[in-house]
């Protein structure tokens, strides 16, 4: 159940960026947000969208994926890093997805988390965006900035989403990851924040402890 303290941070993230939905990831449906979203595991959205406009240009199918030759992937999707994991899980999903889904995206955490490539963090990606089922996305942002806010202590992604899930009201879950990626890429930063700058300052027990 949110605290005080919480509904007082929550209130001052709305007004701050809204409560409008927002993804980062550049999409037309449902599998594209499902590889451009395997591809940002240690990648920014921004490199991310400067592949995928090619590379879904190339690939326009969920066929075209689950043909695509592994070296050739590889190539297109190189500058994401890691891109010998990312190009195998992508066919091996593109298949998946092909032959024991009907080509849709499934929307349970099981059935999403069963796909190669796809954890937690990637299937509440696609839960609340697509499904917009209430989702708790875990990434660094989110990750570093609930610990510094004090709402976990916790470093296990899964352990920091389902304590996330007792201190958020459920309207916030999805947007919790939309503020917290806002807010750590214009102030929270992980090196050298603007903690001068910071409309959350009075909460934030790293701040408190002097740093």
């Known amino acids: ?18 409560t409008e939905y927002v993804c980062y990831l550049e999409h037309k449906n449902p599998w594209q947000l499902l590889f451009a979203t395997i591809l940002s595991a240690q990648c920014t959205d921004e490199r991310v969208n400067l ?10 199918t969920l066929e075209a994926f689950a043909d695509a030759g592994l070296e050739e ?3 297109d999707i190189h500058s994401t ?5 990312k190009a195998k899980n992508i066919i091996a999903c593109a298949r998946r997805l092909v032959t024991d889904f009907g080509g849709q995206v499934p929307c349970s955490m099981e ?10 963090k990637t299937a509440n990606v696609i839960r609340g965006n697509i499904y917009h089922e209430p989702s708790i996305v875990v990434d660094t942002h989110v990750k570093r900035i609930s610990a510094k806010l004090g709402l976990t202590k916790e470093t296990d992604p899964e ?5 996330l899930e ?5 309207d916030h879950w999805i947007l919790w990851n939309i503020h917290i990626i806002t807010f750590g890429r214009q102030i929270c930063f992980a090196r050298n924040p603007k903690c001068g700058e910071c409309f959350l300052r009075r909460y934030c027990k790293w701040y408190e402890s002097g740093k």
């Open 1 to 18: 159940m949110a605290t005080k303290r919480t509904k007082e941070i929550l209130a001052i993230l709305d007004e701050q960026y809204g």
């Open 51 to 60: 592949v995928t406009g090619d590379l879904f240009a190339k690939y326009p």
């Open 73 to 75: 992937l590889e190539q």
């Open 81 to 85: 890093g890691f891109y010998h994991n």
């Open 111 to 120: 059935e999403l988390t069963s796909l190669p490539g796809v954890g937690r």
């Open 159 to 163: 352990k920091i989403e389902h304590d």
């Open 166 to 170: 007792k201190v958020l009201p459920r």
